[in-house]
């Protein structure tokens, strides 16, 4: 049972690229959620899906598209890549709705230049 | 506004001493209240959390936190710190809606 699995580790784009951040989980977790992280502000969230083929925006999704095709898996879009998305992205995944513990994976280091 | 406030960026604690990490919150209803811990490099993890009834709720790795519903914090504490404790740490907090952490408190554990 790995969990939550993201990739890649770490990432350099330049400006204007696009990418995907894989994510992966295990455990048939209905709910799953994007975050970043920036040095000193917790954690935003970024999308959210409660289920195959459900997504919806969190509170800085400007810049990300996300699609849930299956229960397993979560990819985040980044189109035109831009240096204020430099950040750690974290993806998640919940049994249930909020009041759920969350399951976080690795994350996912990225660097805009 | 919904919200979740650490007061603290940074504290350092010696080894074997008493730990207490501030949270404070600003919900219209009583939230639910997480903390959760990072590792350097790592995921977060749940250490514990409240929905309601005993203000006092134990968690993983000799954690606790109270619930203070007149002073609108839940506080983290550990009666005596190990060096492994050393991370971040961040409360969370919903009333229904979507997950609101707080900036996180940088834990150092000296020798």
């Known amino acids: 049972n790995a969990g939550v699995t993201q990739t890649p580790k770490f990432r350099i784009l330049k400006i204007g690229q696009s990418m995907t951040l894989q994510c992966t989980q295990d455990m048939n977790h209905n709910y799953m959620y994007w975050y970043r992280q920036d040095p000193g502000m917790g954690l935003k969230l970024i999308y959210y899906s409660v289920g195959a083929g459900i997504t919806d925006k969190g509170e800085v999704p400007n810049g990300y598209n996300v699609s849930r095709s299956t229960t397993e898996d979560f990819p985040l879009r980044l189109e035109l890549a831009a240096p204020s998305q430099t950040s750690v992205y974290f993806c998640?995944?919940?049994?249930?709705?909020?009041?759920?513990?969350?399951?976080f994976g690795p994350g996912t280091r990225l660097l805009v230049l | 506004a919904q919200s979740v406030t650490q007061p603290d960026i940074h504290i350092t604690v010696s080894e074997g001493a008493s730990l207490e990490l501030r949270c404070n919150y600003s919900y219209g209803a009583t939230p639910y209240l997480f903390w959760y811990v990072q590792s350097p490099g790592q995921g977060l993890q749940l250490l514990l959390k409240y929905f309601s009834g005993d203000t006092l709720v134990q968690g993983i790795k000799g954690f606790e936190a109270e619930f203070k519903r007149s002073q609108s914090s839940f506080n983290l504490r550990k009666p005596s710190v190990h060096w492994s404790d050393a991370a971040e740490y961040f409360c969370a907090g919903n009333a229904g809606n979507m997950l609101t952490f707080g900036g996180g408190t940088r834990l150092m554990v000296k020798p």
């Open positions: 998640a995944s919940s049994t249930g709705g909020w009041g759920e513990t969350q399951y």
